[in-house]
């Protein structure tokens, strides 16, 4: 089974920046694919980005493409999201979990995914 700790998040002014990590524990062979997710107060889980576990397939959001960037080392059993040019509407709980599906699908639905951190908090403020 798996396990993941994020970490990395805090308080950022608008147009700032943050790098969060996911690292993971466990089975970490027995996955294709983390996702990011997030969940800003009264609203849905929204699926942020995801990578294979090559790190050779990535998908991206409308809502972050270009400034998101997702990685992965797998030396370190790590999953970052490098996050650029952060807006109020970034602010929220940001997750990984790993899919449940045995190829890379490039999936945002937080249903195709299980094993989930606790989370790290990302608010962008002035």
């Known amino acids: 089974q798996l396990q993941f700790v994020e970490s990395g998040g805090g308080l950022v002014q608008p147009g700032g920046s943050l790098r969060l990590a996911c690292a993971a524990s466990?089975?970490?062979?027995?996955?294709?694919?983390i996702g990011w997710f997030r969940q800003a107060p009264g609203k849905e889980r929204e699926g942020v980005s995801c990578?294979?576990?090559?790190?050779?397939?990535?998908n991206y959001a409308n809502s972050v493409k270009g400034r998101f960037t997702i990685s992965i080392d797998n030396t370190k059993n790590t999953v970052y999201l490098q996050m650029n040019n952060l807006k109020p509407e970034d602010t929220a709980i940001y997750y990984c979990a790993a899919s449940r599906s045995r190829y890379y699908s490039g999936s945002l639905q937080s249903n195709d995914y299980v094993y989930w951190g606790q989370g790290t908090q990302v608010t962008v403020s002035t």
């Open positions: 990578i294979s576990r090559t790190g050779g397939w990535t």
């Open positions: 466990g089975s970490t062979l027995d996955y294709s694919a």
